[in-house]
C-alpha cells in the first residue's frame, strides 16, 4: 500500500501539481530565459512522446497528482497540442489543467484547446506596446499577443492570466499601463520577479524591480490595492483587487517574499528529466523507464524518491546559490 502514500516531502510539503514541459524550442527570444542567437534545440527524438507523458501522469495521479500545467519552451509550437489535452484530460482523477504561454499562436488554437479540455491560460506578456515587447522578447509579435489574448477570453478561457516578468529599468513604465490593463480587460496582470534563470547567466539582483515597489506605484496612481481573500495556499501568486474592486493583481515575489515552504510542484522536462524544483541542480532520468525499460511501479518509486530529497528552497538570497545549468526554457516555467 506504500506506493500509494502521497508525495510528501521531508518538510512536509505534499506534491499534487506537475508541470509538464512539452518542448524547449520557442518562437521568440525573451532576454531572461534564451540566448539572443544560436541556440540548439532538442531533436525530436528526444522529446517525450504524448503517449510516455500521458503513461508518465497516469503513473503519477494515484500518487496525489491532480493539477497539470504544460509549458515549454513555448509549447504551442508542439503540433497537435490539443490532442495531448484530450489525453490528459481523459484521466480520472486529473481535476485542472493550465498553460503558459507566450500568446503568439494562441488566437488559431484557443478554440481547439478549450473544446479539448484546457480551462486556465496563462500568457506571458512583459510590456504593452510593440517597442518595449521587442525589448524583451528580441522579436515582434506584440499585437498577435494581444489577439491571442481577446481569442481566449472570447472561447470561455476564465481567468485568463498575464505574466509579467518585472526587470528594473525596463517594467517601471508598464507597471500603470498594466494596471489599466486589468481594469480594462478582465485579465489578471501578475508580476514575476526577474529570477536567475536565463540562459547567458547575466541575472543581477540589482535587475530585480520588487512587488513591493510596484504595489506602491499602483496603488499611488491608480487607487490602493487590497490583498484578496481566501489566497489559494499553494499559489505561487499573492493576489489583490483595486479597492474599488475592479481589476486583480497578482505578484510571483520568489526573491523578495519565497513561497518554497508552500511548495507542491514538480516538475518533468521534454527529454524526460524530473525537477523536484525550478532551482534544483540534480535530476532524475525518466525517459529510458518511460520508454523502454521501467515498470509503473519503478518510475512512481523513482518519483517519490525525488521528492523525498527536495530541498528545503531555493538558495538565490544566499551565498550558496548556484544557477541551475539548465536555462527556463529547457525546463518550463
Ligand atoms: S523555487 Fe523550488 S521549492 Fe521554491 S517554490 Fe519554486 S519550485 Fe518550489
Known sequence: MSELLPLIDSFGRLHNNLRISVTDRCNIRCFYCMPAEN????????????????????????????????????PLVRRDLDQLVSRLAAIPGIEDIGLTTNGILLAEQAEALHAAGLRRIN????????????????????EKVIEGIKAAQRVGFDPVKVNAVSVRGLTEEEIVPF???????????????????????????????????????????????????NQEPHAPATDFVFEDGIGRIGFIASISQPFCMSCNRIRITADGKLRNCLFSLEETDLRLLLRRTGSDAEIAAAVRASVAAKKEGHEINTARFIQPERPMYSIGG
Do not use: C
Open 39 to 74: 541556440v540548439e534545440f532538442m531533436d525530436k527524438q528526444e522529446l517525450l512522446t504524448f503517449e510516455e507523458i500521458e503513461r508518465f501522469v497516469r503513473v503519477v495521479v494515484p500518487l496525489g497528482i491532480n493539477k497539470l500545467r504544460l509549458t515549454g519552451g513555448e
Open 123 to 142: 500568457v506571458s506578456l512583459d510590456a504593452l506596446t510593440p517597442g518595449k515587447f521587442k525589448q524583451f522578447t528580441r522579436r515582434d509579435g506584440f
Open 179 to 229: 494596471g489599466d490593463f486589468a481594469r480594462n480587460t478582465g485579465v489578471e496582470v501578475r508580476f514575476i520577479e526577474y529570477m536567475p534563470l536565463d540562459a547567458d547567466n547575466a541575472w543581477e539582483r540589482e535587475k530585480v524591480l520588487f512587488a513591493h515597489e510596484i504595489i506602491e506605484r499602483l496603488s499611488a496612481e491608480i487607487m490602493p490595492l487590497i490583498p484578496e481573500g
